[in-house]
């Protein structure tokens, strides 16, 4: 057993995932926390912030210190690194951690140093990235370091990467920013432009989750949702279909879509055949959006399917990445400062 912790952790906009290597996925938590306006100290982290969104009083602000999957609030970032180590790790450890994180493919040099940065303040020994793509196939099972093109389009809460990869190293990557929270801002305007009602992020997201999709379904479903009148200013609740929340998504939607064929055109000849023969892996949480598959698909005419663990598979194939990490290294998928 090794001495020293290695930990990937999945800091995503939404969700941060950490795993634990010889342990597996330790914490699923939304990237949400909750300070004391007046002294900076942090009350809570993950899911206890979660249900403070939208609910705390003046003295205390729950924030998304992420935003377009990188940090947004750098010293906010820190803390919940600090509690994430701590709670992994201990408070009390003698040897700091070995700490692999996944960032979009298409974040800057300065984004990328600002989160080896705050992993190193908040106490890891040694601090590196690795793109999420890559990351998402491993998790996904894909083979990788075979001469053959596989394509993965990873959907999160703030981006969606979109990548060709061969040989163990990513050969054509896209990020989008614009994801599962753009999904949620376009019921969140479906609602306030059609209902006079006004709903908070939770509450958009639970839309999406229960009666979202980007395919007709059979047969279409309803639900109730709680919110705010504008005009009475009190509250009020209103039945909505999944038919009317899907043309509501059709504009994000579109855009993934439009970004997959750019991709695909730029893509070299060979691997595009390879991608025709082994089909587009959905990964992430915004793949689970019901129908975006035979959509994709559609689109396409390449199959599409969604990996079995969509959800997980960046953090499952960080924690694999740090158990072949000289293999990974030496494909150039890990950066350092």
């Given at each position: ?48 912030a979660r249900d403070m969104l939208g609910r705390t009083p003046g003295n205390i602000v729950a924030i998304r ?236 005419d390449i199959p599409v399917h969604v990996a079995d663990n969509a959800l997980g598979c960046v953090v499952v ?21």
């Amino acid at each position: 057993m090794k001495l020293v912790p290695e930990i990937g952790i999945d800091l995503g906009t939404a969700n941060i995932l950490v795993f634990r290597r010889g342990k597996g996925v330790v914490l699923n938590e939304p990237t949400v926390v909750a300070i004391a306006a007046n002294t900076g100290k942090v009350l809570a982290v993950g899911n206890e912030a979660r249900d403070m969104l939208g609910r705390t009083p003046g003295n205390i602000v729950a924030i998304r210190p992420l935003k377009d999957g990188v940090i947004a609030d750098y010293t906010t970032t820190l803390k919940m690194l600090e509690y994430i180590l701590d709670k992994v790790c201990g408070k009390r450890r003698i040897f700091h951690p070995k700490v692999l994180i996944c960032v979009p493919s298409g974040v800057t040099n300065v984004e990328r140093r600002a989160v080896i940065l705050a992993a190193k303040e908040a106490g890891a020994g040694e601090a590196m990235t690795i793109e999420e793509p890559m990351a998402a196939a491993i998790g996904a099972g894909l083979p990788i370091a075979s001469p053959g093109g596989n394509m993965v389009v990873d959907i999160g809460g703030g981006t969606t990467d979109i990548a060709v990869i061969s040989l163990g190293g990513i050969v054509l990557s896209h990020s989008l920013r614009l994801a599962g929270n753009k999904m949620d801002e376009a019921i969140i305007r479906h609602i306030r432009n059609t209902y006079n009602l006004m709903i908070g992020e939770p509450t958009a997201e639970e839309i999406k989750i229960k009666i979202g999709s980007a395919w007709p379904l059979e047969p279409e479903v309803r639900m109730e949702v709680r919110g705010r009148d504008l005009v009475a200013g009190l509250p009020k609740t209103v039945e909505v279909s999944s038919h009317e929340i899907r043309d509501a998504l059709v504009e994000p939607v579109r855009q993934i879509a439009e970004k997959l064929c750019q991709v695909l055109e730029e893509t070299p000849p060979e691997l595009g055949s390879d991608i025709i023969e082994r089909g587009i892996t959905l990964t992430g949480g915004g793949a689970l959006l019901r129908g975006l598959d035979r959509l994709l698909s559609s689109v396409t005419d390449i199959p599409v399917h969604v990996a079995d663990n969509a959800l997980g598979c960046v953090v499952v194939g960080t924690g694999r990445a740090l158990e072949e990490y000289e293999a990974i290294r030496a494909s150039g998928a890990v950066s350092t400062i």
